[in-house]
T-cell receptor
Framework: QKEVEQDPGPLSVPEGAIVSLNCTYS??????FMWYRQYSRKGPELLMY????GNKEDGRFTAQVDKSSKYISLFIRDSQPSDSATYLC???????????FGKGNQVVVIP | KAGVTQTPRYLIKTRGQQVTLSCSPI?????VSWYQQTPGQGLQFLFE???????NKGNFPGRFSGRQFSNSRSEMNVSTLELGDSALYLC????????????FGQGTRLTVV
């Protein structure tokens, strides 16, 4: 079983819809949870960073962490065509520990 | 402030050859991590260097190696290339090794033929 599972299936949504992405993990030691956005031919860029369980909101983006279920989510409200990208979840046991990534979800927002 | 710079952006090599990739971190950053990204496996951690010392290592064969120089620039080397080494190689830098706040370069796309 991989440490981090993320269903890589592409997701197409109409502009303005809510995008819902999630990851599950098996390593109970993970304490830090991140979401990255990667545009085509670019490196990943950090979108959201959460420590332990709870919710975090940043503009149209909301990250949720449920450590009891080993499940994290990212919601994008009022999606825009510019949100079309691959979204990767990542986790680590400590700030200086290596990152474990999900495979990524390709999201296409249709105008 | 300049971002993380990786060179070259694209490479084509033949099986059996070796290759060296370069990463220049953000000025002042002392930690550089390397990742391999493929469609099948996603992003996998290769190794991390901090102040010229390898601090963490992933589960890759010994053909993959790296080093870091005193100016924090890092290189990774892959010897005896295999077709399966075709991937996007990404490096990420952080100030003091806080990988939760790392910045990624654009990557080097390696194709092995």
């Amino acid at each position: 079983q991989k440490e981090v599972e993320q269903d890589p299936g592409p997701l197409s949504v109409p502009e303005g819809a809510i995008v819902s992405l999630n990851c599950t993990y098996s390593n109970s030691a993970f304490q830090y949870f991140m979401w990255y956005r990667q545009y085509s031919r670019k490196g990943p860029e950090l979108l959201m960073y959460t420590y332990s369980s709870g919710n975090k909101e940043d503009g149209r983006f909301t990250a949720q962490v449920d450590k009891s279920s080993k499940y994290i989510s990212l919601f994008i409200r009022d999606s825009q065509p510019s949100d079309s990208a691959t979204y990767l979840c990542a986790m680590s046991a400590g700030r200086n520990n290596r990152l474990a990534f999900g495979k990524g979800n390709q999201v296409v927002v249709i105008p | 402030k300049a971002g993380v710079t990786q060179t070259p952006r694209y490479l084509i090599k033949t099986r059996g050859q070796q290759v060296t990739l370069s990463c220049s971190p953000i000025s002042g950053h002392r930690s550089v991590s390397w990742y391999q990204q493929t469609p099948g496996q996603g992003l996998q951690f290769l190794f991390e260097y901090f102040s010229e010392t390898q601090r963490n290592k992933g589960n890759f064969p010994g053909r993959f190696s790296g080093r870091q120089f005193s100016n924090s620039r890092s290189e990774m080397n892959v010897s005896t290339l295999e077709l399966g080494d075709s991937a996007l190689y990404l490096c990420a830098s952080s100030y003091l090794g806080q990988n939760t706040e790392a910045f990624f370069g654009q990557g080097t796309r390696l194709t092995v033929v």
